[in-house]
Every structure is written in C-alpha cells, then in structure tokens.
C-alpha cells in the first residue's frame, strides 16, 4: 500500500512518502522484549538488546508511556540521561495503542494472540472501554470478567514485582494483562526509585517499573513547553534508577507508543459514510468502523473516496493478511474487529459520537506512522 503524504507527520519535518510500518512479530517488536530479557540465561537474545541488558543479573525494565524514540532524539539535550543508554528503536503493535502495546509486552505476545485490539473494543453491540473496563450501562467487570476476555499470563507466568501507580491495583485492565503479579504502588513519581531498591535489595531478578506522565502531558498539551518539562523530569527519574542499581544490573527503557500532534478538532466523518456503519470502536487514529448489513464493500470505497488522502483505509480482510496484528487471530479476537480501519497517516483523527472524551486530547497515537510506532528499547547500567 504506497500513498503520499502532503506535509509532516509531527511537529518536524519528515520524509513525504512513507507505507504504514508494519511490525515484525518475530524482530525487535515490544512483544518479544520481555522474553528476550527474561530468557536472557536460557537463549541469547537477539541483537538488538543491548549488551548490557544479556549480561546483567538484575534487570529493571522501565515502560515510560507515550514516549517515542523520534520524540526522544529530536530532544536528546534534554535528555542526557536517557541519551546516554546504549541501543536503539524498536517497534510498538498494532494498534500504538496503551491497552494493546501493555498488554503484548507484559504477555509476550502479538495482539491477534491476546486479544486486547484497541483502547475501545467492540463485543456484540456494546462496547468495552479497555483502561476503564466500562459497557454502555457502567462498570464492565461482571459481564466481561477481565480473567476470561485476556487468558495470557503476564510474564511467561513469572513472578515478577510491578511498581506501578497505587491506584491501578485493582482495576479491570490490571486484572486483564497483569493477571496475579505483586503490584507495589507508588503516588508520586518520586517513589518509584525508591520502591525499584527496595526490590533490587530484596533480591529480585527481573523488576517492571511503569511511568504514564509523558503521555499524559503529550495528550493534554501537545509536544511543546511542557512535554520538554516533562522530558527533563523523567530523564531525573532514569539517573536516580541508574544511581539505585547495585553491581551486575541494568536499567532497560522502553514505552509503549510514540505520539503525533493532531489538528483538531476531530473529522466528523461524512453522512455517506456513516450511513453505512452500524457502530464505531478503535481510537481517533486507528477508527473501526462496523459496516451495516451488507455494506462493508461500499462503506471501504466510500472510505477510500473521502478519507484516502489523509488514512490508509484497510479492510479487515487486508489487515489480516498483512498480519498486522500478528500471524495468527483466533474467531473470538476476530469478532472484535470491525469491517473497515480508519488509520490515519495525516496528523489527523476521526471523531466517535460516542467518545466524546477524545476531543480534548492534543496529541494522539494509535497509528502505524514512524512518530507513533518507534520506540526505545535502550539500557545502562550505574555509573
């Protein structure tokens, strides 16, 4: 699928022409990140773990939400510490989206496996609000018990200490892709290195830490003054990691999704396209739409005609034999997808009448551009 894209996919210039990048299920992708750290003893891991991270007794893995690797190194000054580690880009999954790109590293696993395929996923005629596990009529939790709806065990079924905001502890998308770990909550950012010692001197091998403030920042501001801010503050959280690191560990920084400032507010999509859908699901860059009854080959055409020039429009049929969501979606993963995906390319998103939510949010992600979909995978050790 070849387009042309007419200006700049974030706030820098790129190169104008450029396919939807595709992860390698079987490369340096986030879903074979944990495996390749925890069966570091077991298997070399792949060349793109940093050596420092194959030779250490102790690993801390850092997952720093909303940070892209294109977002890090245009702003590499002010970031001296994360500069500094060794290694390089990986990609993220499809969606570059928190619920998905979480949910494959912490499993392992590609999302047609696990089966978290977006921020909102369609079950029935309802649908699941995943980081709120929220139906139409409220909490979601009894009618789709977390447990069932995600079966993978979060770290190869390890037991792995998570240092985490506190109050994720007992919620539905905890249940879901952190099934059983021993969560360790933090209220200010501040704790985290603190927590990550106690951990490391209490003799864990493996400890996941998890840092959401530059997604937030990125989502209410955008990529400006104070993303930088935040930048410079979490840089300080990775040298006080770095200095609470004992002989033989190593620190590995990685996140879940890059981010790109969109234009806003939201595209309202067509009457002549949304005569045809029956329902939305997806996120505001990578929107599903559920064709009406007979309509999925009219509503991807009128798609193409209207939106083309700002979204890859793929049909489920398409993204599936372009693995997209890995090599292999079961009928249940599958009842979750829509008819037709609204990707968007452009630095754009396509609005949901029935997520209101999203039209406050200044940089977005979701998509399958560099900007969204490269990510660090760097690591070091204590100086």
Same mark, same amino acid.
């Given at each position: 699928?070849?387009?042309?894209?007419?200006?700049?996919?974030?706030?820098?210039?790129?190169?104008?022409?450029?396919?939807?990048?595709? $992860?390698?299920?079987?490369?340096?992708?986030?879903?074979?990140?944990?495996?390749?750290?925890?069966?570091?003893?077991?298997?070399?891991?792949?060349?793109?773990?940093?050596?420092?991270?194959?030779?250490?007794?102790?690993?801390?893995?850092?997952?720093?939400?909303?940070?892209?690797?294109?977002?890090?190194?245009?702003?590499?000054?002010?970031?001296?510490?994360?500069? @500094?580690?060794?290694?390089? $880009?990986?990609? @993220?999954?499809?969606?570059?989206?928190?619920?998905?790109?979480?949910?494959?590293?912490?499993?392992?696993?590609?999302?047609?496996?696990?089966?978290?395929?977006?921020?909102?996923?369609?079950?029935?005629?309802?649908?699941?609000?995943?980081?709120?596990?929220?139906? =139409?009529?409220?909490?979601?939790?009894?009618?789709?018990?977390?447990?069932?709806?995600?079966?993978?065990?979060? +770290?190869?079924?390890?037991?792995?200490?998570?240092?985490?905001?506190?109050? +994720?502890?007992?919620?539905?998308?905890?249940?879901?892709?952190?099934?059983?770990?021993?969560?360790?909550?933090?209220?200010?950012?501040?704790?985290?290195?603190?927590?990550?010692?106690?951990?490391?001197?209490?003799?864990?091998?493996?400890?996941?830490?998890?840092?959401?403030?530059?997604?937030?920042?990125?989502?209410? =501001?955008?990529?400006?003054?104070?993303?930088?801010?935040? %930048?410079?503050?979490?840089?300080?959280?990775?040298?006080?990691?770095?200095?609470? %690191? $004992?002989?033989?560990?190593?620190?590995?920084?990685?996140?879940?999704?890059?981010?790109?400032?969109?234009?806003?507010?939201?595209?309202?999509?067509?009457?002549?396209?949304?005569?045809?859908?029956?329902?939305?699901?997806?996120?505001?860059? +990578?929107?599903?739409?559920?064709?009406?009854?007979?309509?999925?080959?009219?509503?991807?055409?009128?798609?193409?005609?209207?939106?083309?020039?700002?979204?890859?429009?793929?049909?489920?049929?398409?993204?599936?034999?372009?693995?997209?969501?890995?090599?292999?979606?079961?009928?249940?993963?599958?009842?979750? %997808?829509?008819?037709?995906?609204?990707?968007?390319?452009? $630095?754009?998103?396509?609005?949901?009448?029935?997520?209101?939510?999203?039209?406050?949010?200044?940089?977005?992600?979701?998509?399958?551009?560099?900007?969204?979909? %490269?990510?660090?995978?760097?690591?070091?050790?204590?100086?």
């Amino acid at each position: 699928m070849n387009v042309a894209v007419s200006g700049s996919t974030s706030e820098r210039d790129r190169p104008v022409a450029f396919d939807p990048m595709i $992860p390698d299920y079987e490369g340096a992708c986030l879903s074979r990140a944990v495996p390749a750290l925890l069966r570091r003893r077991e298997n070399p891991p792949p060349e793109w773990v940093p050596p420092v991270a194959a030779a250490a007794d102790q690993i801390v893995l850092l997952v720093l939400d909303g940070l892209g690797w294109l977002q890090l190194k245009d702003r590499a000054a002010l970031a001296p510490a994360l500069s @500094s580690l060794a290694g390089g $880009p990986i990609t @993220s999954v499809v969606p570059t989206t928190t619920a998905t790109a979480l949910t494959s590293l912490v499993t392992g696993t590609a999302p047609g496996t696990h089966g978290i395929v977006g921020y909102r996923i369609a079950l029935g005629s309802d649908v699941l609000n995943v980081l709120k596990w929220s139906l =139409t009529a409220g909490d979601g939790r009894h009618a789709v018990p977390p447990e069932q709806f995600q079966v993978q065990p979060a +770290f190869l079924g390890r037991d792995c200490p998570v240092v985490s905001r506190a109050e +994720f502890a007992d919620s539905g998308f905890t249940d879901a892709h952190q099934r059983g770990v021993r969560l360790f909550g933090w209220r200010v950012a501040s704790s985290i290195a603190v927590e990550v010692r106690r951990q490391l001197e209490a003799g864990e091998s493996f400890v996941y830490a998890y840092y959401d403030g530059v997604d937030k920042v990125a989502h209410d =501001t955008g990529l400006g003054a104070n993303y930088d801010a935040e %930048l410079r503050t979490v840089d300080r959280l990775v040298e006080d990691l770095l200095a609470a %690191l $004992p002989a033989g560990a190593a620190l590995v920084v990685t996140a879940d999704h890059g981010q790109v400032e969109v234009l806003r507010p939201p595209i309202v999509l067509d009457s002549s396209v949304t005569d045809n859908v029956a329902m939305f699901s997806g996120e505001g860059r +990578f929107r599903w739409l559920h064709a009406k009854a007979g309509t999925s080959e009219a509503l991807a055409k009128r798609c193409s005609e209207a939106y083309g020039d700002v979204a890859w429009v793929v049909t489920r049929e398409e993204m599936l034999e372009q693995r997209w969501l890995g090599p292999e979606v079961g009928p249940k993963v599958m009842s979750r %997808l829509g008819d037709v995906a609204l990707v968007a390319r452009e $630095p754009v998103a396509f609005f949901d009448p029935s997520d209101t939510g999203e039209l406050r949010l200044v940089a977005r992600h979701g998509s399958l551009t560099p900007d969204e979909m %490269l990510i660090p995978f760097i690591a070091g050790s204590s100086r």
